[in-house]
């Protein structure tokens, strides 16, 4: 992220959920994003109860599951991705319960043996997360927090201490997927978020294009995009899927650029 605030140039963080749509297209999928301009990837560990998370990577979690995805699964889709590329970093994003019962300690070194680079744990606030964050450091990994409207300067302080690598702002209040952003509302959090914040601030939730994407990015450091690439995925025949979300990042990051 640092390289690219030196080039004037705003971050693309695409999710997609591991295993979605067919465990096979994963990895493919990734390097596709890679092609079309992402600068880190965000891969989805699936979950059979994803709060955070709209309808759409509800779908994608319950589809990865019936194939029996899982998160030792997710680290073997990382660890094939790092054959040929050992450059782009992989954040996996998720929930508190698999990292819990594969063990923190297990999972924090076979994440790092893998070649991941961050995780986002949904459910994993920071003042309960010293000894984590700490670990993980200790193995080259970043953690990275939620922010929201809603959170107070208290709590965006708190984060401030923890986090690492970057800080993704969840720019609505709801789930993934829902609603429409407001510009003005993002514009006033961000210079609070980085009186508290040194690491990069990503904005997500609700950026569909891009067009949205070029305008959250006059006011952060990254954008995030996924339940709109899910959908891509939803109306794409599978044999397509791989060549149509490199098309559809490649039009984000094109806007970025402009």
Same mark, same amino acid.
């Given at each position: ?18 295993g979605d749509p067919a465990p096979e297209l ?10 079309? &301009?992402? @600068?880190? *990837?965000? !891969?989805?560990? $699936?979950? /059979? ?6 309808? %759409?990577?509800?779908? =994608? ?78 193995? &080259?990994? @970043?953690? *990275?927090? !939620?922010?929201? $409207?809603? /959170? ?6 708190? %984060?401030?201490?923890? =986090? ?95």
């Amino acid at each position: 992220m640092a390289a690219l605030a030196v080039n004037h140039k705003k971050g693309l963080i695409p999710f997609i959920t591991a295993g979605d749509p067919a465990p096979e297209l994963t990895v493919p999928l990734m390097h596709a994003l890679v092609e079309g &301009g992402a @600068d880190i *990837i965000e !891969l989805g560990v $699936p979950f /059979s109860d994803p709060m955070a998370d709209g309808p %759409v990577i509800q779908r =994608a979690s319950e589809r990865a599951l019936l194939q029996g995805v899982g998160l030792r699964d997710v680290l073997q889709f990382v660890r094939e991705f790092r054959t040929s590329n050992q450059l782009t970093p992989v954040v996996l994003m998720g929930y508190a319960n698999p990292i819990e019962r594969m063990g923190q300690n297990v999972f924090i070194s076979q994440a790092a043996e893998a070649g991941v680079d961050g995780v986002l744990v949904v459910d994993y606030p920071p003042e309960e997360c010293e000894d984590f964050t700490k670990n993980m450091r200790q193995h &080259g990994m @970043d953690t *990275i927090f !939620l922010l929201a $409207p809603t /959170s107070t300067d208290e709590r965006i302080e708190q %984060v401030g201490k923890v =986090a690492s690598g970057y800080v993704y702002y969840v720019s609505l209040k709801g789930v993934t997927g829902s609603g429409s952003l407001d510009l003005d509302a993002v514009a006033a959090m961000i210079p609070r978020i980085k009186k508290h914040v040194k690491v990069p601030v990503g904005v997500g939730f609700g950026i569909r294009d891009g067009a949205t994407a070029k305008a959250i990015s006059t006011v952060s450091d990254a954008v995030v995009i996924g339940s709109r690439i899910i959908q891509e995925l939803e109306n794409t025949p599978r044999e397509q899927a791989v060549a149509a979300v490199k098309t559809f990042i490649s039009g984000v990051r094109q806007a970025l650029d402009e």
